[in-house]
């Protein structure tokens, strides 16, 4: 009998992940005889944690905060894209035993972004500029999905110069990218083809974003990765603007394309069903 393949996310707190229930999805939609677990793992735990994926007969797992710079260390190879974004999400052991690393977050961006846009993403922007809000984590990822995706020209607006700036290193020869400071935020929307949030402004709990459209042309498109709420202050704005609007649940469910597909053998569909049942977990 084959056993039941697992895989899974680690991080602590992690009861709050949307993963289980759209790995779910998919499991049941393939009728893969599979599981998909959440594991409450501390940061002195992680190194027990990913050890025991081998011998409890995992494929491998996401990872979620604190974890995802943490794990780099921690396994065998990661691969050039997470190591431009330096964080990790997605574990896969394979047959030999080894670890693989990488981070799915660049291509869900992309990939969200791609599914919403009224053109092709390789022609959409003509050239102009992306501007991204923020400089963390996301950003990191957003940096390098667009400067991969051949976007040669790439504003990062944030309150610390110096850390927009530092971003410049991920970039790539073929990419300009320029740090704008806070105050000029507005500014740097006048030509741009495509705006992305990065920050947590406008998330639930948070402070709203400041952020006036008037100078982005009609054209440009704008995403928001927050998704709680979907319907956030800047995609509300945008659409008062007439500007093309893209929330930030689809990041989510395409960056979890590539570890199913590594761990249960299906590259898996994201769609309305999909959409719809994540959307209704989370309440």
Known sequence: MTAQLRAGVMGWPVKHSLSPVLHGHWLKRYGI???????????????DAIARLRDEG????????????????????VD????????????????DGSLDATNTDAYGLVENIRDHAPEPLETLFGGRPAVIL????????????????????????NRTLSRAAALAD???????????????REAALADAGLLVNTTTLGMEGQPLLDLD??????????????????ETGLLAAARG???PSVDGLGMLLHQARAGFR??????????????????????
Not at 39 to 47: A, G, H, W
Not at 80 to 95: F, K, M, P, Q, S
Not at 217 to 228: E, G, K, S
């Open 213 to 230: 459209l008037a100078t982005l042309p009609l054209d440009a498109v704008v995403n928001d990765i927050v998704y709680a709420p979907l």
């Open 58 to 77: 995992f494929r491998g797992t996401n990872l979620t905060v604190p974890h995802k710079e943490a794990a780099m260390a921690l396994v065998d190879r």
């Open 170 to 184: 991920i970039a790539g020869p073929d990419c300009t990218l320029r740090a704008v400071g806070w105050d000029a």
């Open 134 to 157: 923020g400089a963390g984590g996301a950003a990191r990822a957003a940096v390098v999905g667009l400067a991969d995706l051949g976007i040669g020209d790439i504003r990062v607006v």
């Open 33 to 47: 005889d599979g599981s998909y677990e959440a594991f409450p793992v501390k940061p002195e735990e992680l190194p």
């Open 241 to 243: 603007h007439g500007n």
């Open 262 to 283: 590594a761990w249960f053998g299906v590259d898996p569909v994201v769609d309305d069903d999909l959409r719809d049942a994540v959307l209704g977990a989370r309440g």
């Open 80 to 95: 050039a894209t997470a190591r431009r974004i330096g964080a990790v999400n997605t574990l896969v052991l394979g047959d």
